[in-house]
């Protein structure tokens, strides 16, 4: 009774601890305008980091599959005897662990999978299958903040059909005997559901920055692998009670490419990686715990590699690395210093010129104004663009003369496909916000829409737009 006190004890001051971080995350960190990283999967267990869950889920019909393997060398290890009834020592042994898993993305609120863990027979514990789950809670339109929950669940070891239900998994994902339910004199080791808890913040790059890149930070709270076993000595040395937290620098690296560099801790082990995405193929190296001091297989630093693909369905092929914005009010930055930016009109009747306002890609209105011979006079001393050189231009980056738009491509957002759909012409800047980005060119959607978006907007030249359709529509 008193473990199962003490258990219930360290559960609750650990979900306590848990909610104060996810309530600072709620009220420190605020919606913001960023490029958030590109599809990214856990090595066994859907997207995410390494072994640490984020609260972001694949998009709509999003298909991601994933190997994983890691090298272990053991010292000592005890293995079920089933003809003697107990347990023998073999000498030191050098493995290559592998896992694998399949996630599929839904309604961009769920996302659901299997996995296939240590491929052996039953003598040597025998594969180990699971599943896994994650429900997005919050809106669609908090796309810089994310909270959710979710579950794992693995099958325990069968170690020849000796000992059913005894034998726990681990969270290294291959069967040990010395895992097992109720360890003598410890508390109860309950590895086979994981529920979590977790919340997602994104922030934004640095404009001063020469190069394009956001950061993701994730913590929250487990139960099940996140925690059992903190007090086996072999197993883990120091535990934070279902805590875990984690990390993501992403940064463009022109095109489709992308590079993460990772960094969690899972609740025992301190791993880190790096992964890069190659429009929809990822291949990542990385080391877990590296906090360990080599005592045991899992008190260690282990090193492996992996690899996964992911499809996106709506787009017919394999998914580019995601360059959206937040679907909220953004605050726009200063124009460099070579942009013309008018921020009231001109006097009337000047030189026989008609008012006219552009909306700017940057989500500005300007007003300028056109000649009858077509010249653009900007300012109240009504001088022509042409006038100022080449150097001197609206604000603003457009789609004109890009190879996709005058291709008649389709593009990506969220996950879904759109393509182009009507004349060209002029937008309100005050009904359309940013929503998102297309190699470097600003996308924007009517203000306050619910994604998944019905039309997207997308600036040609200052002050003429394209629309865009959601194939799916």
């Not at 997602?200 to 925690?227: C, H, I, K, N």
Request: glycine share 16%.
């Amino acid at each position: 009774m008193a473990a199962g006190r003490d258990r219930l004890e360290s559960l609750g001051a650990g979900f306590g601890t848990g909610a104060s971080v996810l309530v600072a995350l709620v009220l420190f960190v605020q919606p913001v305008t960023a490029q958030p990283g590109g599809t990214s999967t856990t090595l066994r267990y859907g997207s995410g980091l390494l072994d640490v869950p984020t609260a972001t889920v694949l998009p709509h019909l999003t298909i991601a599959a994933t190997y994983s393997g890691f090298g272990l060398s053991r010292h000592g290890t005890r293995s079920f005897d089933r003809s003697s009834g107990g347990r023998d020592r073999r000498g030191r042994t050098t493995q290559w662990l592998s896992d694998g898993s399949v996630a599929i993305g839904l309604f961009d609120r769920l996302e659901a999978g299997a996995t296939l863990q240590h491929f052996a027979d039953a003598r040597n514990g025998g594969s180990l299958v699971g599943g896994f789950g994650r429900l997005s809670l919050l809106p669609g339109s908090l796309e810089r903040f994310h909270l959710a929950v979710g579950a794992r669940y693995v099958t325990s070891p069968s170690f020849d059909d000796s000992g059913p239900g005894r034998f726990q998994p681990n969270r290294l994902g291959y069967p040990d005997a010395r895992v097992v339910g109720d360890p003598p004199g410890r508390r109860e080791f309950q590895g086979n559901l994981s529920p979590y808890v977790v919340a997602t913040a994104g922030l934004p790059g640095l404009d001063r920055v020469p190069f394009e890149y956001d950061l993701t930070l994730s913590a929250g709270w487990g139960g099940g692998l996140f925690s059992a076993g903190s007090d086996l000595g072999f197993y883990g040395e120091a535990s934070t009670g279902g805590l875990f937290a984690g990390s993501a620098l992403h940064v463009a690296l022109g095109g489709a490419a992308g590079m993460s560099v990772m960094a969690e801790f899972n609740g025992f082990d301190a791993n880190a990686g790096v992964r890069f995405d190659f429009g929809g193929i990822q291949v990542s190296a990385f080391s877990l715990g590296m906090n360990h001091d080599g005592s045991s297989g899992f008190r260690s630093r282990k090193f492996g590699l992996a690899a996964s693909v992911a499809v996106c369905t709506g787009e017919l092929g394999l998914c580019r690395r995601r360059s959206d914005a937040p679907a909220d009010t953004v605050t726009l930055p200063a124009p460099p210093p070579d942009t013309v930016i008018v921020e009231r009109a001109a006097e009337e009747g000047g030189a026989g010129a008609t008012p006219t306002t552009l909306c700017l890609s940057t989500g500005e209105s300007v007003r300028v104004w056109v000649t009858a011979a077509g010249d653009t006079l900007v300012g109240s001393g009504h001088v022509s663009l042409d006038a100022l050189g080449p150097g001197v231009v609206l604000a603003g980056t457009y789609a004109e003369g890009r190879d996709w738009f005058e291709d008649g491509e389709a593009i990506g957002l969220a996950g879904r496909s759109y393509r182009r759909s009507g004349p060209l012409g002029p937008a309100d800047c005050g009904g359309i916000e940013r929503v998102g980005r297309h190699d470097g060119v600003p996308l924007f959607a009517v203000r306050g829409a619910d994604l998944p978006f019905d039309l997207v907007y997308v600036p040609v030249r200052p002050g003429i737009w394209a629309r865009y359709e959601n194939d799916l529509k």
